[in-house]
């Protein structure tokens, strides 16, 4: 099993930067994909971005492109989300999330979710 802790969170304001973190701990071997979800209120969640396990291909949602950029330390089970140019859009929960069979953008293929990181964005 994997349990995920996010952290980093908080208030910052239009055209700054955050920097989430996702500690992993594994009970199991395995070659991990990791991801970012976030869910604004009255919103479904949605895919932000993931990670291979060599953390040489990655994956980013449009809104997240040029702008975020995911990263992990597998020796110290980590995983990044370095926001810039922050948006009032960006505003949501943010999800760490971790997959068995590597990184997709779908959440139902991540069995493993943190309790998520408040990010608000003022205008």
């Known amino acids: 099993q994997v349990h995920l802790t996010e952290s980093g969170g908080g208030l910052v304001q239009t055209g700054g930067s955050l920097s989430l973190s996702c500690a992993a701990s594994i009970r199991r071997a395995g070659s991990y994909g990791m991801a970012w979800f976030r869910q604004a209120p009255g919103k479904e969640r949605e895919f932000v971005a993931a990670?291979?396990?060599?953390?040489?291909?990655?994956y980013y949602a449009p809104s997240a492109r040029g702008r975020f950029t995911i990263s992990r330390d597998n020796d110290k089970n980590m995983v990044f989300l370095q926001m810039n140019e922050q948006k009032p859009e960006d505003t949501a929960v943010y999800y760490c999330?971790?997959?068995?069979?590597?990184?997709?953008?779908?959440?139902?293929?991540?069995?493993?979710w943190g309790q998520g990181t408040q990010v608000t964005v003022s205008s």
């Open positions: 999330a971790a997959h068995d069979g590597g990184a997709t953008m779908d959440d139902a293929d991540y069995a493993y």
């Open positions: 990670i291979r396990w060599s953390g040489f291909t990655t």
